[in-house]
């Protein structure tokens, strides 16, 4: 069993649908991070978590500790939102990310 | 410079022959990590640089990739006779302190790499 693992693996949505993906992580972290990235890109940083609820625009990001579980929601899904989404958590011992699968994500105009 | 730098963006090499990556990190990251994804999978930790400690060379596949940095400057990834299983798109990351936790991580575009 992976130590993050995100679902779903694969998400296709219409224009302007609320998007939810989730993120669960078996060790203990010092924070969460959602990144995405664009085919063909870089990786651009969304959030870094370590506790309650981020908001930057359309996209928000929650995280439950006691859960072990996060999730990254996309408010009127855009085209351009089509990307693949990274969770990855930062482990409380040093400084190496585990990163989930991704999911990708493409909304349909 | 405001982010990350690395160059070249794009980079197709003979087997066999040997490449040289660099980054350019933010100005004031101590913290460097270089990172390689291969098609359609996530990404794999390669080397940490932090600081003027000693840098954590353990994601290294092979004697073939090795890695520098100056301080906390730029930073080169080379990797010596090239093999087809090294096409990936090569990235790197700073950040202001060790763990990233609290500062978070910027990341360069990536370079992508072809050996034919």
């Known amino acids: 069993k992976n130590e993050v693992e995100q679902s779903p693996q694969n998400l296709t949505a219409q224009e302007g649908e609320f998007i939810t993906i989730n993120c669960s992580y078996s060790v203990g972290i010092s924070a969460l991070h959602w990144l995405q990235q664009h085919p063909g890109g870089g990786i651009v940083s969304l959030f870094m978590l370590s506790s309650g609820k981020k908001k930057h625009g359309r996209l928000i990001a929650t995280i439950n500790i006691q859960e072990k579980h996060s999730s990254l929601h996309i408010t009127a899904s855009h085209p351009r939102d089509s990307a693949v989404y990274i969770c990855a958590v930062s482990l409380d011992s040093n400084y190496q990310l585990i990163w989930g699968a991704g999911t990708k994500l493409i909304i349909k105009p | 410079g405001a982010g990350v730098s690395q160059s070249p963006s794009n980079k197709v090499t003979e087997k066999g022959k040997d490449v040289e990556l660099r980054c350019d990190p933010i100005s004031g990251h101590t913290a460097l990590y270089w990172y390689r994804q291969r098609l359609g999978q996530g990404l794999e930790f390669l080397i940490y640089?932090?600081?003027?400690?000693?840098?954590?060379k353990s994601g290294l596949p092979s004697d073939r990739f090795s890695a520098e940095r100056t301080g906390e400057s730029v930073s080169t990834l080379t990797i010596q006779r090239t093999q087809q299983e090294d096409s990936a798109v090569y990235l790197c990351a700073s950040s202001l302190a060790a763990t990233g936790a609290h500062y978070g991580y910027t990341f360069g575009s990536g370079t992508r790499l072809t050996v034919v």
């Open positions: 640089f932090q600081g003027n400690s000693a840098p954590d």
